[in-house]
């Protein structure tokens, strides 16, 4: 395999994932801002770049994972100066380009069009999974674009994930990402409200939550991320939720879903409550913006030492 995939954002999901397509036998030619994101890269067996420019010449894919739309859009379109060129002037005419970052659809919309006008093949195809499922190479990715172009990326997502799902045309990709991310923050607030309900009323944690687990209350935060000390292992909260999905991304996200549903005149009822209690838990002590996003369930009572 000597096909080269340039990648731009080596953070916490990007370097694995960079990690993976290199392990995998592609070349992969990275670029990050941060020195250290660089460094790892290259004793993961990347080739790295000092600019983004460089590191997509000649590229057959280029995959983008950076925090937010604005420096996506800025990345793929420029500044407008000719000193930042936006990496769609810089490809091959037969370079695909592959958005993974969480970002707003109108952000895909706006890099689809251009691209469009330019005959370059653009996706968004935003994950799910986390840093330990990019780790493992068992993302999903929730794909936006045209067919031909979701199964010729194919090639590359497969060895990052497991799941590829073609949502629908360019920012569709990212709807499903925001609206899974919705639902995911309001069964968390769920499941903790539950859970501190039962425990003021002296129930143990981890007999309520078996017993919801096999009654119709059972839901993925229930089963898998147990916002509860004590309750499951190897989770956030029993590690003082440290690592995991930080709630500055969760209220990132969620502000994401509101900009969405005035868009579209969405009703978001229960999305909006949840967006509101993660910024009251945010605005109560900064800190908790960089601990996992479970730890909601200080919100509701007290937690045992
Ligand atoms: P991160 O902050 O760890 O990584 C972002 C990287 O981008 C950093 O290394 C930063 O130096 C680099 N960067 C910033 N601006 C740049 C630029 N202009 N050019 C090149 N590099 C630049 O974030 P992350 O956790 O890796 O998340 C990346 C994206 O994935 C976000 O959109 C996030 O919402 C999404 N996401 C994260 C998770 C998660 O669990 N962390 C899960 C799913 C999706």
Known sequence: NNQIVAFVGLGNMGGPMAANLAK???VVQAFDLSEHALEQAQSAGCKTF???AAAVEGADFVITMLPNGQI???TMLGSGDSQQPGLLGLAKDSTLFIDCSTVAAESSRAIGKVASAKGIAFIDAPVSGGTAAAAAGSLAFMCGGDSQHVERAKEVLSVMGN???HAGDIGAGAVAKICNNMLLAIHMIGTSEA???GVKHGLDPTVLSDIMLKSSGANW???KYNPYPGVAEGVPASRDYEGGFFVDLMLKDLNLAMDAAKSSAASIPLGAAARNLYSVFRQADASNGRKDF???VK?????PN
Do not use: C
């Open 24 to 26: 995998a036998g592609f």
């Open 50 to 52: 000092t600019t983004a």
């Open 72 to 74: 996506v859009e800025s």
């Open 163 to 165: 799941n590829i799902f």
């Open 195 to 197: 859970i501190q309900m």
């Open 221 to 223: 935060s229930l089963e």
């Open 294 to 296: 479970s730890s909601i």
């Open 299 to 303: 919100m509701f009572g007290e937690l």
